[in-house]
């Protein structure tokens, strides 16, 4: 098959996709929009919280309101990405391994960690990454700060690397219901860390608790190193070979989980 | 008396229950434990190079929070799954015919597995004081007994309170067939509207105004000024014995109206 023949398939699968997300969102629309108006009320209460504490407080360990107001509008776009494209459907590898139906899963021709990553798309998702996008433009605008071009373009790579480096991190957690089966209360202990991601990095007090909430547990990354990007790109740019490493390390996680496996289905 | 040995029975049942899952029961600690330190950290940053914020000195905002997590689990209201699971799936129709009266007999279960979280949280939260201690964010005499005792009394006033209103949000099941938009709308609205987000007063005026005339600050600000001695207990248990009465009549309403409505189809 050409290049061109492939790009075309899988530009049709994601257009079907996104087609029977539309559908999902006509048939559960109280739900779509309950889901909606919580992500409102977050967005709403997380900068009143902020907005609270500057108005008593003029900064955050030396960062000004307009750079926090950056981290609200990257967490959400990270968030809003993830939840769009990922959610759903690693959350099929732990409820696999507990009922049995990871089996069939086994059974298709085809990398069953791409499988289980792609599929179901969450157009709420898409609708908090705009929401979060609206706040980064604003706290970008030329009132608020001018960052560089390649500032920018190294930004947006570092928030692809944010999205990555939460599906793998979370497929890590997934991978860890074949020798535990119930994974619940690590899956909201993940994302009970994630809420703290609008907390800026200057008020983990060394090195030390900034490297653990990086690398061991990644709330730093889903705000805090993109935004750093548009502060000291050079730095940050560094940070670029983190997310293929920790994608790396979920797949042996899941290989090896994989050649322990026994089937639970009937 | 009968009537109290089936209560004590299931709050002993759910007890055992709720500690059946080890790595659960656990892990639970790590969910309490570092959030806080988290939120921690950052009023330290916030009190960087600053003695006092809106009144408060770090180790009375740090205080403010270790209450406030004590507090929040317990009094926090949602919809309680197993009762809204009986009505949807018709078992309430089993309950009905035992001798305890049903929204009795879900208080009691509910009190159970909570007191399982009450020895948890009391642990996690009294070594996270004293680690806070030892790490010079606070000290012993930032506690007073006195103060801790009036905490005590309310907490138990705060947590009847927010079980009322779990109840309350889950007999909604008999109207609306699922509560789940209920649930998910207090649990935006509650951290900020309560106080457990952040100090009622360090707010702007207009949500100050909102929250003044919902029950929600009685679940957790007030109970905490009521340990710093800024809002007299005395006062604070007329105002939320207030709220429990309404809070009662409504689970009560609720109760009789679904009841009513209430078909179920046995097999």
Same mark, same amino acid.
């Given at each position: 098959?050409?290049?061109?023949?492939?790009?075309?398939?899988y530009l049709?699968?994601v257009?079907?996709?996104?087609?029977?997300?539309?559908?999902a969102?006509?048939?559960?629309?109280?739900?779509f929009?309950?889901?909606?108006?919580?992500?409102?009320?977050?967005? &709403?209460f #997380?900068?009143?919280f902020?907005?609270?504490?500057?108005?008593?407080?003029?900064?955050?360990?030396g960062w000004?309101w307009?750079?926090?107001?950056?981290?609200? /509008?990257?967490?959400?776009?990270?968030?809003?990405?993830?939840?769009a494209?990922?959610?759903s459907?690693?959350?099929?590898?732990? =409820? /696999?391994v507990?009922?049995?139906?990871?089996?069939?899963?086994?059974?298709?021709?085809?990398?069953?960690?791409?499988?289980?990553?792609?599929?179901?798309?969450?157009?709420r998702g %898409?609708?908090t @990454?705009?929401?979060? !996008? /609206?706040?980064?433009?604003? =706290?970008?605008?030329?009132? +608020?700060? $001018?960052?560089?071009?390649?500032?920018? !373009?190294?930004y947006?790579?570092?928030?692809?690397?944010?999205?990555?480096?939460?599906l793998?991190?979370a %497929?890590?957690?997934?991978?860890?219901?074949? *020798?535990l089966?119930?994974?619940?209360?690590?899956?909201?202990? $993940?994302?009970? *860390?994630?809420?703290?991601?609008?907390?800026?990095?200057?008020?983990?007090?060394?090195?030390v608790?900034?490297?653990?909430?990086?690398?061991l547990?990644?709330?730093?990354?889903?705000?805090?190193?993109?935004?750093?990007?548009?502060?000291?790109?050079?730095?940050?740019?560094?940070?670029?070979?983190?997310?293929?490493?920790?994608?790396?390390?979920?797949?042996?996680?899941?290989?090896?989980?994989?050649?322990?496996?026994?089937?639970?289905?009937? | 008396m009968?009537?109290? =040995?089936? +209560?004590?029975? #299931?709050?002993? &049942?759910?007890?055992?229950?709720?500690?059946?899952y080890?790595?659960n029961?656990?892990?639970?600690?790590?969910?309490?434990?570092?959030?806080?330190?988290?939120?921690?950290?950052?009023?330290?940053?916030?009190?960087?190079g600053?003695? $006092?914020?809106? /009144?408060?000195?770090?180790?009375?905002?740090?205080?403010?929070?270790?209450?406030?997590?004590?507090?929040?689990?317990?009094?926090?209201? =949602?919809?309680?799954?197993d009762?809204?699971?009986?009505?949807?799936s018709?078992?309430?129709a089993a309950?009905?015919?035992?001798?305890?009266?049903?929204?009795?007999?879900?208080?009691?279960?509910?009190?159970?597995?909570?007191?399982?979280?009450?020895?948890?949280?009391?642990?996690?939260?009294?070594?996270?004081?004293?680690? &806070?201690?030892? @790490?010079?964010?606070?000290?012993?005499?930032?506690?007073?007994?006195?103060?801790?005792?009036?905490?005590a009394?309310m907490?138990?006033?705060?947590?009847?309170?927010g079980?009322? %209103?779990s109840?309350?949000?889950?007999f909604?099941?008999? *109207?609306?067939?699922d509560?789940t938009?209920?649930s998910?709308?207090?649990?935006?609205?509650?951290?900020?509207?309560?106080?457990?987000?952040?100090?009622l007063?360090?707010l702007?005026?207009?949500?100050?105004?909102?929250?003044?005339?919902?029950?929600?600050?009685?679940?957790?600000?007030?109970?905490i000024?009521?340990?710093?001695?800024?809002?007299? &207990?005395?006062?604070?248990?007329?105002? #939320? @014995?207030?709220?429990?009465?309404?809070? +009662?009549?409504? +689970?009560?309403?609720?109760?009789?109206?679904?009841?009513?409505?209430?078909?179920?189809?046995?097999?």
């Amino acid at each position: 098959m050409t290049l061109r023949a492939r790009i075309t398939r899988y530009l049709r699968m994601v257009a079907k996709q996104l087609w029977l997300g539309w559908r999902a969102w006509r048939s559960y629309r109280a739900s779509f929009l309950l889901g909606i108006i919580g992500d409102l009320a977050w967005l &709403l209460f #997380t900068i009143v919280f902020f907005s609270s504490i500057y108005s008593h407080a003029g900064d955050i360990g030396g960062w000004p309101w307009a750079d926090v107001l950056m981290l609200i /509008g990257t967490a959400h776009i990270v968030n809003g990405l993830y939840t769009a494209l990922f959610e759903s459907n690693i959350r099929r590898l732990s =409820a /696999g391994v507990k009922n049995g139906s990871l089996d069939r899963w086994l059974t298709y021709p085809a990398d069953v960690q791409l499988l289980l990553t792609f599929g179901r798309i969450n157009l709420r998702g %898409f609708l908090t @990454a705009l929401l979060g !996008a /609206g706040i980064t433009l604003y =706290a970008l605008s030329p009132v +608020v700060s $001018q960052p560089r071009l390649e500032a920018v !373009a190294i930004y947006a790579l570092l928030l692809v690397g944010a999205v990555i480096v939460r599906l793998a991190a979370a %497929f890590l957690i997934e991978t860890l219901a074949f *020798f535990l089966v119930n994974v619940e209360i690590l899956r909201a202990l $993940q994302n009970e *860390f994630y809420g703290y991601a609008t907390y800026p990095a200057a008020v983990y007090p060394n090195w030390v608790w900034k490297l653990a909430f990086t690398v061991l547990i990644p709330v730093l990354w889903m705000a805090n190193i993109p935004a750093a990007a548009l502060r000291d790109p050079e730095i940050a740019v560094w940070w670029l070979f983190f997310p293929p490493l920790l994608l790396a390390l979920s797949r042996k996680a899941f290989a090896f989980a994989l050649r322990h496996y026994q089937s639970a289905g009937g | 008396m009968r009537l109290l =040995a089936i +209560v004590r029975s #299931t709050i002993a &049942l759910s007890w055992r229950e709720a500690t059946a899952y080890r790595f659960n029961f656990v892990m639970s600690f790590l969910v309490i434990a570092v959030p806080f330190l988290l939120q921690v950290f950052l009023w330290v940053a916030v009190f960087s190079g600053r003695g $006092q914020v809106a /009144g408060y000195s770090l180790s009375g905002i740090i205080v403010y929070y270790v209450l406030a997590l004590f507090l929040y689990d317990f009094v926090h209201p =949602a919809v309680l799954y197993d009762v809204s699971n009986d009505i949807k799936s018709g078992e309430l129709a089993a309950h009905l015919l035992r001798p305890l009266p049903y929204p009795l007999w879900a208080l009691a279960v509910r009190l159970g597995s909570q007191a399982v979280y009450l020895a948890v949280v009391t642990v996690v939260v009294g070594a996270g004081a004293a680690l &806070l201690s030892w @790490a010079g964010y606070l000290s012993v005499n930032d506690f007073s007994m006195a103060g801790l005792l009036r905490f005590a009394v309310m907490f138990l006033a705060a947590w009847l309170l927010g079980l009322l %209103f779990s109840l309350a949000a889950s007999f909604a099941v008999f *109207f609306t067939e699922d509560a789940t938009g209920l649930s998910k709308l207090v649990s935006f609205i509650f951290p900020l509207l309560s106080g457990s987000l952040i100090p009622l007063d360090m707010l702007p005026g207009w949500i100050k105004n909102v929250c003044h005339y919902l029950p929600f600050r009685w679940l957790v600000y007030e109970p905490i000024r009521v340990y710093s001695g800024q809002q007299p &207990l005395a006062q604070a248990l007329l105002a #939320t @014995a207030g709220w429990l009465g309404l809070a +009662v009549a409504l +689970v009560w309403w609720l109760w009789r109206a679904g009841e009513a409505r209430f078909t179920a189809v046995g097999g």
